[in-house]
């Protein structure tokens, strides 16, 4: 079984003004929720790299890493699938982070097959973290954007271009 994990992802793609935004709330709103799907055993450097960023007032993370230790066919991935979906449903995005067993890895297909549900219909975002890397098949022909590398202005960039395109 290949350990999988995700995290949650919230950023603002700008800033606000006072004379833009009434209160808090209207603020939390204007943010983009990013759920990121990735391989918890390949990747997680990547994750922390995700978690450094927190420290930028734009961004704002929630991680969720139940998947790793549970088999996607177990009696127990049930609990697990109903967390990560109530999670996908408060998010607006999904940001695959493509690594070597990405496309290989049963919880990041169910992942991306179930966001592009119609009772979750994520925004869909990538980036491989590899040139060579496979990409997962249902990010193909969906309108998925493409980050160019991974670095932060990248990412937004490839966040703000995405869409639901399936």
Not at 4 to 32: C, D, H, S, Y
Not at 84 to 96: D, E, I, P, R
Not at 126 to 147: F, Q, S, Y
Request: aromatic content about 10%.
């Amino acid at each position: 079984m290949c350990a999988q994990g995700a995290l949650l992802w919230r950023f603002a793609p700008f800033v606000l003004n006072e004379v833009q935004t009434r209160n808090r709330k209207e603020i939390e709103m204007a943010k983009t929720k990013v759920f990121v799907s990735y391989d918890h055993s390949e990747d997680v450097n990547y994750k922390r790299l995700l978690q450094a960023w927190d420290a930028n007032s734009d961004f704002d993370f929630e991680f969720d890493s139940r998947g790793p230790d549970v088999a996607i066919d177990s009696n127990d991935a049930a609990a697990v699938k109903a967390a990560l979906t109530t999670k996908m449903k408060s998010a607006t995005h999904l940001l695959v982070l493509v690594g070597a067993k990405s496309s290989k890895s049963k919880w990041m297909t169910w992942e991306i097959d179930r966001a592009k549900q119609s009772d979750v219909k994520l925004k869909l975002a990538a980036i491989k973290l590899a040139k060579d890397n496979t990409t997962p098949a249902g990010l193909l022909n969906v309108g998925t954007a493409w980050a160019t590398s991974f670095e932060r202005d990248r990412i937004v960039e490839a966040l703000k271009a995405a869409k639901v395109g399936y």
